[in-house]
Nanobody, 115 residues
Framework: VQLVESGGGLVQPGGSLRLSCAAS????????MRWYRQAPGKERELVGA????????YYADSVKGRFTISRDNAKNTMYLQMNSLKPEDTAVYYC?????????WGQGTQVTVSS
């Protein structure tokens, strides 16, 4: 199982970014996926999740209405569209999958929201 995040960077408050998570080594379309983030000095927190077919999503209250999770099962890729970014969204963002009772993580991608 391999998960590779991309798309992070530096953005001004109010800006947007789209993160991608490319998955391989497992039947991507059969598994729910999650985005997490970890800010400096803080614990890793769940940002949101999406079901295997993409029909249902969950978001943390802190990002609800600003972030959107989607997936393209034909491309084995999950996305995180982040709008109206705030400085408190600054963190390393990770994608996560639980496959056959084992948890897998990507290497993370840094998102910095600053003027």
């Amino acid at each position: 199982v391999q998960l590779v995040e991309s798309g992070g960077g530096l953005v001004q408050p109010g800006g947007s970014l789209r993160l991608s998570c490319a998955a391989s080594g497992f039947a991507f379309s059969s598994y729910a996926m999650r985005w997490y983030r970890q800010a400096p000095g803080k614990e890793r927190e769940l940002v949101g999740a999406i079901t295997s077919a993409g029909g249902s999503t969950y978001y943390a209250d802190s990002v609800k209405g600003r972030f959107t999770i989607s997936r393209d099962n034909a491309k084995n890729t999950m996305y995180l569209q982040m709008n109206s970014l705030k400085p408190e969204d600054t963190a390393v963002y990770y994608c996560n999958a639980w496959v056959r009772r084992d948890g897998y993580w990507g290497q993370g991608t840094q998102v910095t929201v600053s003027s």
